[in-house]
């Protein structure tokens, strides 16, 4: 397969990090929103906390998510790591389907009782 120009590299790592951080920045603004659910006493309170959770969770996590799965896949497959040459890459792109597939699926589907 060829490789990845420079110029490309350096845009699907800009890619990668901004979807990567936002989805370790949107799932710790779920924790602390759950949290929040979770030790208050009102209910109104309660309800607003898993009804934004809820919309992070459809609108942004599943995105960030994927962005950064793709794009991780995509430079493993064009630069000189490859997807299986190395132990950790490997294991990168499994916990990635993992903790989309665990998020998207379980999480949501809990997150969206709980509204």
């Not at 350096?10 to 759950?34: A, I, K, M, P």
């Not at 929040?36 to 309170?45: F, H, M, Q, R």
């Not at 809820?54 to 997807?83: E, N, P, Q, Y």
Request: with cysteine.
């Amino acid at each position: 397969m060829k490789r990845a120009s420079k110029r490309a590299k350096r845009t699907l790592d800009f890619f990668h990090y901004v979807t990567s951080v936002g989805w370790l920045g949107v799932g710790f603004c779920q924790l602390t929103l759950n949290v929040i659910a979770l030790t208050s006493e009102d209910p109104s309170l309660r309800h607003a906390a898993h009804a934004i959770t809820h919309i992070f969770d459809r609108v942004l996590l599943i995105a960030l998510g994927t962005g950064s799965l793709i794009s991780g896949a995509l430079l493993g497959l064009k630069t000189k790591w490859g997807l299986v040459r190395y132990w950790w890459v490997l294991a990168k792109l499994v916990l990635t389907v993992a903790a989309l597939v665990f998020g998207g699926v379980w999480m949501g589907g809990w997150i969206g009782e709980a509204c």
